[in-house]
């Protein structure tokens, strides 16, 4: 197993900035690719962004590419999401997961339980 606990959510006004943490409590998190996705009210989960377990390779949705960053440190079991230039459309649910680093979710193994991110405009 690798627990996935997210943290950082909160409610932003339209253009602020939320940095979401991810930590896992087992070695291998470093064998993973790790993902973001997020779902909002009524709508399909969908992908956010994407880091390779080496860190050295990542990948952004189309809708928040240019505002949100993806990293990892593996020697802290954790990835964050930096987001910045945020916007009401990004209010969702956003979960990590720890996977092949596909953008369908279903390639997913382990996920978080979510964290809230509310943006106000």
């Known amino acids: 197993q690798v627990p996935l606990v997210e943290s950082g959510g909160g409610l932003v006004q339209a253009g602020g900035s939320l940095r979401l943490s991810c930590a896992a409590s087992?070695?291998?998190?470093?064998?993973?690719?790790m993902g973001w996705f997020r779902q909002a009210p009524g709508k399909e989960r969908e992908f956010v962004a994407v880091?390779?377990?080496?860190?050295?390779?990542?990948y952004y949705a189309e809708s928040v590419k240019g505002r949100f960053t993806i990293s990892r440190d593996n020697a802290k079991t954790t990835v964050y999401l930096q987001m910045d230039s945020l916007k009401p459309e990004d209010t969702a649910i956003y979960y990590c997961a720890a996977g092949d680093g596909s953008t369908w979710s279903k390639r997913y193994d382990y996920w978080g339980q979510g964290t809230q991110v509310t943006v106000s405009s």
């Open positions: 880091i390779s377990w080496t860190g050295r390779t990542t």
């Open positions: 087992e070695r291998t998190f470093s064998n993973y690719d």
